[in-house]
């Protein structure tokens, strides 16, 4: 049988098991679940905050002015030198004394030799403490976040949602590329004992920004 | 624990599958102690939730629709991926989605392929068509990973290892990887896992995954995980190969926003899975610049023309059900002879085996309604397991061999007994006085002969009461009217 036999033949199939009309249409299936959060926009953050803590993830905030020497700092204090970031983040981010790669088709070898990489997101779900990435210019490929062992993420709060839904009546358009990061990697596969840090980054370090 | 096969169609009945493991107390704990956390956690994150019906609710209907109108969610679905770069390819049973599985990884010169967990891999047996191929495939889900090196089958939809413990890690582990240095520490050994598979991920150039869901409206395709396994799987190598099932597609991008907070909760205990992977076809310069889709049939067409089971489809492989079954909770996955055990199982295997094999199964329940009780999608699986029992009973009937069956000619009986009071009545005092000499001083039957041993053969019978609630009422009666 050739495959396009295979598909006449499933398509056949489904339309004569679903002939019998009836059912919702799409306008019309219930959604009374909860679109909108209730918090203030302080709150939402300090929930942000507290879920990406009981992920262990390290959260530290700072207003926009501070930013690049916050960054130095986070840097600093953690021992990272050789960082990689995607061609669209903000070069005055980019403090001096430190070893910056800029991703121009950077090969995996070379990404997962830097100690860290440093990206933007494009939002923020507090009740899930769930970092999206949509994989911009400043947010970088999917690589990047990925293979380094140590990600910092910043993060302004007005990207910080409280509910899924909020984030995606945020999405004007559905993304292409689109990664949902709630915690550093993790694994519960032996004896449900939660272990951090399997095949993705182990340490995930959120920079929030006050804007 | 030896080498299972997981093939329904070569599988025992599930009454004897399930002795070895209830006669194996190390497995059994196992099963409680994994089970017993995620329920504990699971229900945590349920109770938080205030809108967790209406979730529910909406998530069921969606499903639903995205059943009704399969046929035109699919068309959408491979033309928004083909336009995307993909390549979608159609597989009515499990032999031509192995065909073009191999036909694929032939053109690519693979000898070697990274694997993400996938249940339908396994539904389809696709590791020893590889490997009969002479490509082999590494499994990269901590769990599968354990499996694949111990040579076990997997035993529950989202945690397939749940039955081994940390001991037994080690000595797999310690075997097949060359490192009698490791502790048994859960830290220990998913640090080995994560240096064994490394390496492979940077370099075996094709890849293989399922998906947990296919957004019509876009052509792309959601992938939820908690290792970062699957990320480097998706992103790394040159091709991607992806296999799933006709019913995982949903009509809209913005669906997810049900489904993702249902499945996390009911499936792990987690508000959200540490990643979830969304990509549409090929992306220039990141990922892949090769995707295959497989769309599989099985068996699904079939279940989706019935009123009753059509219901089974909208499953998004959570597992809950399975973590809540009293049968499942004593017996573990494997009994059930089949990648898919629990409830969710025993109603979707014998239907993708199209009622020839796995008839036993939807028998191995008690009926008592937890399954559709914590299921997202609130699939009925009672009544589904009811339905197929039925077709069971109907087939099994009309076989000439069961005409003189004692089973069967007592049923004969009863349903004529049963139909008039009269017979009814008498039946009953013939019982009463027939049932005499096996009842016990207290009023219980421990053994009975014949046909109704295989009652007592389990559990003990009450006793045929004195009188019936008529005889009673009758003579209340006519006490009062004296």
Known sequence: MTPADSRSLILDRISHATQRPGGN???????????????????????????????????DTC????????????????????????????????????????????????????????????????????????????????????????????????????????????????????????????????????????????????????? | MSHTELDPRLAPPFPQAALPVLRNPQLRKNVAHATDVIQGKRAMLVAEKSDWQELRS???????????????????????????????????????????????????????????????????????????????????????LILQLGKDEPSHIVAPALHVNRSQVREIFARSMGRSDLTDDPQALTAAARSYLRQKFLSVPTAISGANFLIAETGSVAVVESEGNGRMCLTLPRTMITLAGIEKVLPRFTDLEVVLQVLARSATGERMNPYTSLWTGVTPGDGPQRFHIVLLDNGRSDILAKKVERQTLRCIRCAACQNTCPVYRQTGGHAYGSVYGGPIG???????????????????????????????????????????????????????????????????????????????????????????????????????????????????????????????????????QQ
């Open chain 1, 25 to 59: 249409t799409y306008e019309h299936l219930p959604r009374a679940y909860t679109h909108k959060g209730a918090l203030e926009p302080g709150d939402c953050v300090h929930l942000l905050i507290e879920r990406l803590r009981e992920y262990d993830a390290v959260v």
């Open chain 2, 58 to 144: 909406a998530a069921a209907a969606i499903r639903a629709h995205a059943l009704e109108n399969l046929g035109t969610y699919l068309t959408q679905f491979e033309e928004r991926c083909t336009a995307a770069g993909g390549t979608v390819h159609w597989a009515a049973d499990a032999a031509e989605a192995r065909r073009i599985i191999l036909d694929i990884l032939r053109a690519e010169g693979a000898s070697e392929v990274i694997k993400i967990k996938t249940m339908t891999s396994a539904e389809i047996q696709l590791n020893p068509a590889l490997e009969a191929n002479g490509i082999h495939a590494y499994e990269t889900d901590l769990a599968e």
């Open chain 1, 63 to 211: 207003t926009v002015a501070e930013l690049p020497a916050c960054i130095a700092k986070i840097l600093q204090a953690n021992s990272k030198h050789i960082l990689v970031v995607p061609p669209g983040l903000d070069p005055a981010w980019l403090a001096a004394g430190y070893d910056w790669k800029i991703d121009q088709d950077l090969s995996h070898a070379a990404i997962e030799a830097c100690d860290g990489v440093v990206t933007t997101a494009f939002a923020a779900i507090a009740d899930s403490g769930t970092i999206v990435l949509h994989h911009s210019a400043a947010e970088g490929r999917r690589a990047l976040s990925l293979l380094p062992d140590w990600h910092l993420c910043i993060l302004r709060a007005s990207q910080v949602v409280e509910t899924l839904p909020e984030y995606f009546a945020r999405c004007t358009q559905p993304p292409r590329l689109a990664t949902y990061i709630s915690g550093p990697s993790a694994t519960a596969d032996i004896e449900m004992t939660r272990i951090k840090g399997v095949h993705g980054p182990r340490f995930l370090h959120v920079l929030l920004v006050r804007d």
């Open chain 2, 346 to 480: 025993a109603i979707l295997t014998p239907q993708l085996m199209r009622m020839e094999h796995a008839q036993s199964l939807p028998f191995a329940s008690s009926l008592c309604g937890a399954c559709y009780e914590v299921c997202p999608v609130k699939i009925n699986i009672p009544e589904v397991l009811i339905e197929l029992r039925t077709q069971v009973v109907d087939r099994e009937r009309e076989q000439p061999v069961r005409v003189f069956d004692a089973m069967y000619v007592g049923m004969r009986a009863a349903s004529g007994i049963f139909a008039a009071a009269r017979r009814f009545r008498s039946a009953q005092r013939l019982g009463r006085i027939a049932l005499l000499p096996f009842t016990g001083k207290d009023g219980w039957i421990r053994s009975l002969p014949g046909l109704g041993a295989r009652w007592t053969a389990t559990r003990d019978l009450r006793g045929m009461p004195g009188q019936s609630f008529r005889e009673w009422w009758a003579e209340r009666k006519d006490n009062q």
